[in-house]
């Protein structure tokens, strides 16, 4: 599947729930290509999830289409779920009364998958997860990480064009959390595939991902490039350093107000925005006031956690 082609599409996909007062999504149009990463971000409730769910099938949109390699999906939905490997957080995605490697059989074999290509498969995923000589274990018995690791895997064994994981790295430890990140990065740079992520950690977001979505209350606030949404954030953006612990302010509309403060070392960083030369100024002559002994003043370094606070928190919501 070519890069530049999309590999998932959704079209003013929107998803009432009965009873509801406002839809939990609403008129979201997204396109996500093969060979790349899509992060959709946005807090607890946002509708992420949901629309997750619609694309796999399990939960029916109120309207809206969604095409799955160029196929509806709900005119074809065996097809368009036969190319899906899918982790959802909170779920059982395993049988725990399984080993890991009954599971991976199990699974691969739902996918049509038997034999020699089937084992050989399963080992190289339990070897490359360090799970190999705990193959034969029960589930159950797994700590919280490796059943989350054995679930991922479960959902590649059959090698599938677009993988969806929703909170892939929840209660993994930092070495697992980097070898699921290696995975992530060889199934769309080396291996083409689509891989559709959420996570509430936008740092390994920042790291992996090519293209984001940021949703609010059931809503599109951004959809764009990742490089393009750092530029947002390099635009205005300066990191200030000062000795010490910076002295408290006397009024409430100090310039500083906005301004995200970190003591340590000491020394208190400031991260914020300023709208011209004028405004910065403003800020240094304000930290003079202060006696705060200065130590750097630099435009600060792209990041999406600011961005994507600057864009949730800001009214009204509007797509860009």
Known sequence: MA??????????????????????????????????????????????????????????????????AGE???????HAIARMGVVLEGTRNLYWRLTAWENLLYFGRLRGWWGRRLHARAEML???????????????????????????????????????????????????????????????????????????????AQELSDDVAIMSRGRLVACRPMHELLEMSRVGAYRIRVKGTLPIAGSDA???????????????????????DAALYGVLDELRRRRASLIEVAPAEPDLEDVYLRLVHAAPVAAL
């Open 3 to 68: 890069a530049d082609r999309p590999s998932v599409e959704i079209a003013d996909l929107t998803k009432t729930y009965p009873g509801a007062r406002v839809p939990s999504v609403d008129r979201v149009s997204l396109s996500m290509a093969a060979g790349r990463v899509f992060a959709l971000l946005g807090a607890n409730g946002a509708g992420k999830t949901t629309i997750i769910k619609m694309i796999c099938g399990l939960v029916i949109p109120t309207a809206g289409t969604i095409r799955i």
């Open 72 to 78: 509806d999906l709900q005119r074809n939905r065996r």
């Open 254 to 276: 100090d310039v500083l107000n906005g301004w995200q403060v970190t003591d340590g070392d000491d020394e208190t960083v400031l991260l914020g925005h300023v709208t011209g």
């Open 126 to 204: 339990l070897r490359d997860l360090a799970l190999w000589d705990r193959r034969h274990q029960t589930v159950r018995q797994f700590s919280r990480g490796m059943q989350q690791q054995v679930a991922i895997a479960a959902a590649v064994i059959a090698d599938p064009s677009i993988v969806i994981l929703d909170e892939p790295t929840l209660g993994l430890d930092a070495e697992a959390t980097r070898r699921v990140r290696r995975w992530v990065t060889a199934m769309t740079h080396d291996q083409g595939k689509t891989v559709i992520l959420t996570t509430h950690q936008l740092d390994m």
